[in-house]
């Protein structure tokens, strides 16, 4: 079955950077759109970014454009998210996402869920 399993979050500083990863079992990138989302309690899940089907193509949300990177490495079955220049605003639990979807942003079309990993950014 389908496992996606998060890890790299922490406790940084505002203007510090870190690295999630997201281990994929059962299943192949080129197959699937991938995703991060991230949610703070109380909040319905945000998206964050995506690499549709295989990786041709990216998508981030605007408030972390030009900050975080999404990409991936097939040999590992590994999807990662460089976070560079973080903020308190980027405090969240985040999580990995995988769907066969090109409608992205909306988290109800994604099937499978990491368990999640989370982000503090201390100002």
């Known amino acids: 079955q389908v496992q996606l399993v998060e890890s790299g979050g922490g406790l940084v500083q505002a203007g510090g950077s870190l690295r999630l990863s997201c281990v994929a079992s059962?299943?192949?990138?080129?197959?699937?759109?991938m995703a991060w989302f991230r949610q703070v309690p109380g909040n319905e899940r945000e998206f964050v970014a995506t690499m549709i089907w295989g990786g041709g193509v990216t998508h981030y949300a605007d408030s972390v454009k030009d900050r975080f990177t999404i990409s991936k490495e097939d040999a590992e079955n590994t999807l990662y998210l460089q976070m560079t220049n973080l903020k308190s605003e980027d405090t969240a639990v985040y999580y990995c996402?995988?769907?066969?979807?090109?409608?992205?942003?909306?988290?109800?079309?994604?099937?499978?869920w990491g368990q999640g990993t989370q982000v503090t950014v201390s100002s």
């Open positions: 996402a995988a769907g066969k979807t090109i409608q992205h942003t909306s988290p109800r079309a994604y099937e499978y």
């Open positions: 059962g299943l192949s990138f080129d197959d699937y759109s």
